[in-house]
């Protein structure tokens, strides 16, 4: 997991955290933690409210032009019950690339509900079968002025070491992308050859 964290991702940021630029700063009233559980599984949830409506928040996730003007520069998504989320971090990224990451659409509500899995992950992201049995669930809430806040669950770690370790990992890879995904409204979208540009000259 030496590769810089997206995901999901966002699973997921696990999705979409998986490879972000550099060490986030905090995004506008966040808050995470760990959501304690009757079993042996471990809930690790974070949030953030983003200045826009849930509508425009629910597009930047299930639309491929929405996805790639924040989480990574190449999106296809295919939206339906599953369908899937494919996103590469290179330029010219392509559909069925072996380094991208594909992501499941377990299921949905519209504008309140979005579930995913990580079908394929990139080579030396941690065990198959530890990744594998996380989801990432996204919660979309209304907050005030037309604000939303996401909420975003990722459920199935376990008490073993390598759980502990993707824990940590998407802590701050999913800081990252709510950071990221804040900005998207606040700055507008990413330019991603100028991401790819200032980390090439550091």
């Known amino acids: 997991m030496s590769k810089p964290a997206t995901g999901i991702a966002m699973a997921v940021f696990l999705v979409c955290g998986c490879q972000s630029m550099s060490t986030p700063e905090a995004a506008p009233l966040t808050a995470s933690g760990i959501v304690e559980t009757n079993d042996d599984i471990e809930i690790l949830q974070q949030q953030v409210i983003i200045d826009a409506s849930i509508s425009d928040v629910w597009d930047a996730f299930t639309t491929s032009e929405g996805y790639a003007a924040w989480a990574s520069p190449f999106a296809h998504i295919e939206f339906g019950v599953e369908g899937f989320i494919e996103s590469s971090y290179e330029l010219d990224g392509e559909l069925g690339r072996d380094g991208n990451i594909r992501l499941r659409i377990l299921a949905y509500i519209p504008e309140r509900l979005l579930v995913l899995k990580t079908d394929k992950a990139p080579a030396g992201f941690g065990s198959e079968e530890t ?3 996380l989801v990432s669930v996204f919660e979309f809430l209304p907050s005030n002025d037309d604000r939303t806040r996401l909420i ?3 459920i199935g770690y376990g008490d073993d070491e390598e759980s502990e370790q993707l824990k940590a990992f998407f802590v701050q890879g999913n800081a990252w992308s709510l950071k990221a995904l804040n ?3 606040e700055n507008g979208p990413t330019d ?11």
Request: charged share 35%; net charge positive.
């Open 183 to 185: 900005d998207r409204f």
């Open 131 to 133: 990744w594998k049995r």
């Open 152 to 154: 975003v669950s990722g």
């Open 192 to 202: 991603w050859p100028a991401v790819f540009e200032a980390r090439s000259a550091e």
